[in-house]
């Protein structure tokens, strides 16, 4: 099966700028995740959406990144405006149950660089 | 809120050696994962610990969850270059299931 799919891979914008990144989930996986993983770090969820609502999304910066997944779906994360602290990898994340009982499935992320 | 910590954040290991990576929370967890993640490329899956006390094996790979369900080691037997990249354990807490919060990971080196 396919696995995720995201884009795009890397990106390099000027502090204050916008960014979206785009993720397509393994197809029928109704959980998709956002996460932001800094170097040296562990990947730190930025929000969970079942199907196309929002589980969680307690650590999402909301004041500068919002999240999307209209249909249930592909999913968007924006970032607007950056800050030079938001250079890291974005990871999306799929799973075929609402609970984190079942295994995660990465895709290969969009390494974020802010000048 | 739940943290996950794991040590050592570094481990240098000889080709042929073994070595244990640990990971504590701070929060009884209802399972623990494991991914695996190579250089330059993602997490990738390896093993879910959900019973109290399990133990599991892949190969040369020993995963076991604590009694109290609050930690969780790997061993790695006779090292290979194969082996080499960042261990993550990852789990949600106990009434909070959907939410799963990673390590920082044990990075692995392997000198040949």
């Known amino acids: 099966e396919a696995g995720v799919a995201q884009s795009p891979r890397y990106k390099i914008i000027e502090k204050r700028q916008s960014v979206a990144f785009w993720c397509n989930p393994i197809s029928g996986h109704a959980t998709l995740y956002w996460y932001q993983q800094i170097l040296g770090q562990g990947p730190k969820l930025l929000i969970q959406f079942q199907n196309n609502g929002v589980v969680d999304d307690s650590q999402l910066p909301k004041d500068r990144f919002s999240a999307e997944r209209l249909k249930g779906v592909d999913s968007t994360l924006k970032i607007q405006p950056a800050k030079l602290e938001d250079s890291a990898v974005y990871l999306c994340?799929?799973?075929?149950?609402?609970?984190?009982?079942?295994?995660?499935?990465f895709g290969p992320g969009t390494r974020l660089t802010v000048t | 809120g739940q943290q996950v910590m794991q040590i050592p954040q570094y481990q240098h290991v000889q080709e042929g050696e073994d070595f244990t990576t640990y990971c504590n929370s701070s929060t009884t967890l209802s399972n623990i994962q494991w991914y695996k993640q190579r250089p330059g490329g993602h997490p990738v899956f390896l093993i879910q610990?959900?019973?109290?006390?399990e133990v599991k094996k892949q190969k040369r790979l020993t995963f076991q969850f604590g009694e109290a369900k609050k930690n969780s080691s790997l061993h790695i037997t006779a090292t290979q270059t194969t082996d080499v990249g960042t261990y993550f354990c990852?789990?949600?807490?106990?009434?909070?299931?959907?939410?799963?919060?990673f390590g920082a990971g044990t990075t692995v080196t392997v000198r040949a």
């Open positions: 994340a799929s799973s075929n149950s609402g609970t984190s009982g079942t295994e995660q499935y």
């Open positions: 990852a789990g949600p807490s106990l009434g909070d299931d959907y939410k799963l919060s």
């Open positions: 610990l959900v019973k109290s006390g």
